[in-house]
């Protein structure tokens, strides 16, 4: 069975300061995606990747793929205090049929 | 254009009643997906169309629930003889298509229905 995780759980930075958001999948995919929800709110797509090595970058946000190694990285650069939110991977399960498993989620905390 | 709709926004309802949630999808998109988002917690994938059919219903979580798409548009997602642990946030999601070709198969999220049950 297909397991999405994402560490930290919770995390809590100061402006201006850099950090990665980790998300690792048990099973082959080559397909990853990144999700924001602000409190209250639904989910946003931040970032579709597509492939091995794919990186994408918007604004002070970048994701990148490693497939070989399952891991997906979200960094942050000179965190702002708009960046607060949870964040979210999912992975296609491309285990025959095509439901999206999600990551446990990153609540992101950026103090001014 | 318009993106994913829900209804209702809140939905309040005594255990042991049945509750009927909406989903309109992004007009064109093929696939529909329903997930439960409890309070704190991730998505819970729930169901998914592929127009009209549902190829996997792996992720209800009891057989209270259904979940029904007409005309490749349209879902509703019924939830019988309510009880406390239903209560969440019910999301539902859209995208173009489903597949493994060169496509992103973004989903797109409706705003969600809470779901309380007293």
């Known amino acids: 069975e297909l397991k999405v995780e994402q560490n930290p759980l919770f995390l809590s930075m100061q402006e201006g300061k850099n950090y990665t958001i980790y998300c690792n999948y048990s099973t082959t995919s080559d397909r990853l995606y990144w999700y924001r929800q602000d409190p209250g709110k639904s989910l946003e797509s931040l970032f579709v990747?597509?492939?091995?090595?794919a990186v994408k970058q918007e604004g002070r946000l970048m994701a990148s793929l490693d497939t070989k190694a399952r891991l997906s990285t979200l960094h942050i650069t000179a965190a702002v205090h708009d960046l607060s939110a949870t964040y979210f991977c999912?992975?296609?399960?491309?285990?025959?049929?095509?439901?999206?498993?999600f990551g446990t989620g990153t609540r992101l905390k950026v103090l001014a | 254009g318009a993106g994913v709709s829900q209804s209702p926004s809140n939905k309040v309802t005594e255990k042991g009643k049945d509750v009927e949630l909406r989903c309109d999808p992004i007009?064109?998109?093929?696939?529909l997906y329903w997930y439960r988002q409890s309070l704190g917690q991730g998505l819970e994938f729930l169901i998914y169309f592929q127009g009209n059919s549902a190829p996997d219903k792996s992720g209800l979580p009891s057989d209270r629930f259904s979940a029904e798409r007409t005309g490749g548009s349209v879902s509703t997602l019924t939830i019988q003889r309510t009880q406390q642990e239903d209560s969440a946030v019910y999301l539902c999601?859209?995208?173009?298509?489903?597949?493994?070709?060169?496509?992103?198969?973004?989903?797109?999220f409706g705003p969600g229905t809470r779901l309380t049950v007293t």
């Open positions: 990747l597509l492939s091995n090595g």
């Open positions: 999912a992975v296609d399960s491309s285990l025959g049929t095509y439901k999206y498993i």
């Open positions: 007009s064109g998109h093929t696939a």
């Open positions: 999601a859209s995208s173009p298509a489903v597949g493994r070709g060169l496509g992103s198969y973004e989903q797109y």
